[in-house]
Structure formats: structure tokens, C-alpha cells
């Protein structure tokens, strides 16, 4: 089968962070709104009790600086932490900086690295998404394949964006006559 498309590069640690939390918030987005929405409630609580007991200003700012701090780790440092501790971990598995080729066919495409390969149909793709410097195609799995579009060796987005597009249509009925 001949390949339509190919985009090889090697997979940086800020490009895995970028991708991992574009992922991310599908998945882990959700829960963390509920969790903001408990602290803030929970903030709300806090105030009004401490105004009821007559503390001063410092403790409500003391208050506001925590639970601050907790939904910042929530939104910030909790989803960064966890991309480079799974790119610490994919290095290490590669035994350096992996390098991933994807290769585009007419229904399928096929992603290859040091101990990755990975058979795709065009219908589990749901979703194509660019981020600052990636090209994401988001699987039905909550999965993802990175893609960088400036590093096709052959075919580009616009080519790859078509074989899903064709890739999701139903096929059509033949003609009865």
C-alpha cells in the first residue's frame, strides 16, 4: 500500500507537554472544574464563617492564599507536573528524545518509534485540533497522535485533514438500476 503522507520528528519535551495538556483537557478538565467549583464553595464558606466570628482581614486573606494556592496547583501545576513526569518516563523507555513517524495510507495510518507501533483507522480519529506548535488528532480512545506540521516528508495538513475527512464517510450506496 503506498503511503500518502508521512511526518517524522522528534518529539521535544515542551511539544509533549503542549500535546499532553491540550489532551488533557478533555479528560482531566472536567473533574478539575468540579474541584474548583467545591474550593470555591468552600472559599464562600470559609469567609463567611471567619466574618461571622468577627476575624480580622488577615485571616480571610490567609484563607484566600490557600485555597489561591490549591487551585492553582489544581489547574496548573498538577496537569505540567504529570506531561513531564510521563516524558521523563517515555525517554526513558526510548533511551532518548523519541522520534515518531506517522504514515498516512488511504484508510489507515500507522505510527512507529522505538517500542511504538500503533495501527489507526481514519474512523477512530474525532477530532483534529492545532495547538502553538503541534497538529493533535484526538482518537476515540482519549488518546492522541502528535504531529508537527512543519515535519512532513511527504504530503502536508491539508492532505492528512482530507484522508480523515474521507476516511469518516459512509460509503456510498451503488447505483441500482
Known sequence: MEVLAENRFVITKAEFVEGRL??????????????????????????????????????????????????????????????????????????????????????????EGPGVHAVLSYEQIVQIRRTKRLLILFTDEKGGVLLRPESFTKGDEALVRQLIDAGKEPALPESID
Not at 474550593?39 to 484566600?64: H, K, N, Q, T
Not at 510521563?86 to 484508510?107: H, N
Open 22 to 111: 491540550a489532551l488533557s483537557r478533555d479528560s482531566y478538565g472536567p473533574a478539575a472544574k468540579k474541584w474548583g467549583l467545591v474550593l470555591l464553595i468552600l472559599l464562600a464558606v470559609l469567609i463567611g464563617g471567619s466574618v461571622l466570628l468577627g476575624m480580622g482581614p488577615f485571616s480571610v486573606a490567609m484563607e484566600l492564599l490557600i485555597l489561591g494556592f490549591m487551585a492553582l496547583w489544581l489547574f496548573v501545576l498538577f496537569p505540567r507536573s504529570s506531561a513531564k513526569t510521563a516524558y521523563k518516563a517515555l525517554v526513558k523507555k526510548a533511551g532518548a528524545e523519541p522520534e515518531r513517524t506517522t504514515r498516512f495510507y488511504e484508510d489507515h495510518l500507522e505510527i
